[in-house]
């Protein structure tokens, strides 16, 4: 898949190589309380949850998280892609920024690719959302994209989060 462009983002599939960044991201504090312990604590962690997760999702689906990153010197600041779990109904959106990019709108901007690739590319007629009941940032962006509340759902045995879905 040849990389989505924003006007400031690049949006790639992630590759082993990105072990590290992963490594950072999954335990940042913002990503340990609103998404939850992914259980990656090395080098060798990351890679399994690349494996099992984006990299395996790409091969099954055609689709799944990309590196958000700024195409000046390729830094990376997040993820943001499309993901589909056996627990929801429809694909949905997923995304997560490194906090020193918090409040420049790169989410929405990503997002907004994303969503258009997942129309046009892959046919998706309607796509949803999960964010915890109290990530009020997650669910300002939610708004932004157009998305409308649709009441919540439990997840394994998590408590109940807040879904979100948009018609494309």
């Known amino acids: 898949m040849m990389p989505l462009q924003t006007p400031r983002l690049r949006l790639r599939q992630l590759t082993l190589d990105d072990a590290a960044f992963i490594l950072e991201l999954v335990n940042e504090p913002t990503w340990l309380r609103y998404i939850g ?3 990656v604590h090395d080098l060798d962690d990351a890679r399994r949850y690349l494996r099992e997760g984006p990299i395996g999702s790409y091969q099954r689906l055609g689709f799944g998280l990309y590196c958000v990153e700024l ?3 390729s830094t990376p600041i997040g993820l943001c892609g499309l993901i589909k779990r056996d627990t929801l109904p429809d694909v949905d959106i997923g995304f997560a920024l490194r906090p020193a990019y918090f409040g420049q709108g790169y989410i929405p901007e990503a997002a907004r690719a994303v969503i258009e690739q997942g129309r046009s590319e892959f046919g998706l007629q309607r796509l949803l959302a999960i964010t915890q009941p109290d990530n009020q940032a997650s669910i300002a962006v939610l708004l932004k994209l157009g998305m409308k509340p649709e009441g919540s759902v439990s997840l394994a045995e998590a408590a109940p989060i ?7």
């Not at 807040?162 to 494309?168: H, T, V």
């Open 162 to 168: 807040l879904l979100f879905a948009i018609d494309l």
């Open 37 to 39: 312990d992914k259980n």
């Open 71 to 73: 195409p000046a010197d």
